[in-house]
């Protein structure tokens, strides 16, 4: 018989120790036996029965004794540390003490992230709800200014025509070993990929969780979404697979409050991650548009952590929204009344209801959230204001609607002003993302830093 139990290095006067006592222990040894301590080249340890060497004792439980393993020896500080916890293999003859695999896993993406590092190797990126992949080209920008290589080891992205743009436009991110899957994350068996990234980004599906998610869903909690209400667990099972020495997650400000999110914080810590999280606004960091989103920063605990709001901006918005306006001919064909909208804003503000177009002149200093679906020039969107026309408005052509963000347009070349909307339009505030790369990148050579001393370059 195997008994598999966790124990923690204690410490009794001065000694560290480890105690193992009742029916457990006795499948392996007997009262009165004595065992020997054995180090192993692979960093276990082993107790077991011995002719000469430390004596098993006993405890009365009842009307019975049961053997007692009060082993005090300075080895266990010396190889694993007071307070650490082991995994004990309890079987006939012997305990087999080792490592947890949880805490192996946390040491081997530690020094994997701090051997790149000190090589001045690319850092392999995994992007999870990749979309365009705007998030990804930010942060890679900002660690490229900061002097840290990356390229996209691993992505994962169900829209088949936002990964074509994705291909097209950044091809200098993508290497040889580059692994792409054009499909739903629930679908992919990581096993099958030896997909080991240094840093991962996931923009989680947020459709369960914003308020517009929740009032057209008509859903009592985010996780009744059906398709975005599970995947706070397929970002748990990859992150698990992935084995990232640092995390960055966006999503909108309400799903901070979700079941989903307490049960990400809550498993990653227990897999040995620093967690910080924060909102961050898009015209503080340099966008016209006046989005508010969720921030989350994962980094192995073993290397620290990152304060959110030490993160500066590295771009200045622009003063209003007629510096970002293309020059659109009086007389184009998207100038249009949209009679119909203003009937519905009418009949919404008589109702109750708060939502309602925006319609600017340019002359504005933000503008409200672009949405992926700002193509169909909903009832809640964002319009221009004809320059001479009062009844006529449009909305913003797709480089107007990438500029807002400040995404550069070079990102959604070549695709369809439909697929150009999607894209900006699901996307992050692209300044924001290139000041977390940046300060990340900056991290980087402090972790190279204080390391430096006590990691071991392999």
Known sequence: MNILQFVTIGEHKGKSRVYFDGGRLAKAFTIGEQYAINVNDNGTVTLSRAEAGKKVSRRKTGESYKPVIDCRDDIWGKLFGIGSK???VIRAGEIILSRPNKDK??????????NKLAKGQPLKMASLFSGGQIMD???????????????????????????????????????DDTVMV???????????????SEYLTAGIPCTGASQAGITSNKLTFAEEHDSAGGMSYYFLRCMDALQPA????????????????A???????????????????????GALENRDRMVMIAVSSGLGSIELDDIKPVATKPEKISDILEPVPLDDSCWKTYDYLDAKRVRDKAAGKGFSRDILTGAEGKCKVIREGYHKGGSTETFVQHPTDPKLSRLFTAKEAAAVKD????????????TQLRVSGQSVIYPLFVAVGEYIGQWCSNVLSDKAMTMKIA
């Open 86 to 88: 082991l995994r004990a």
């Open 105 to 114: 896993r946390q040491e081997e993406r530690e020094q994997r992230f701090f």
């Open 137 to 175: 080209n930010a942060i890679m920008t900002g660690l490229k200014n900061a002097g840290v290589r990356s390229y996209i080891s691993f992505s994962c992205e169900r829209e088949g025509r936002f990964m074509d743009l994705a291909l097209a436009n950044q091809s200098e991110h993508y290497r």
């Open 182 to 196: 054009n499909g739903n994350i629930e679908d992919i068996d990581l096993n099958h990929h030896n997909a080991k």
């Open 246 to 261: 640092i995390a960055v997650v966006e999503n909108v400000v309400n799903y901070i409050k979700t079941a989903s999110f």
């Open 263 to 285: 049960i990400i914080k809550a498993v990653l810590r227990d897999m040995g991650y620093n967690v910080s999280v924060g909102v961050k606004n898009g015209n503080d960091y």
């Open 407 to 418: 995404i550069p347009f070079s990102l959604l070349k070549g695709e369809s002003r439909t």
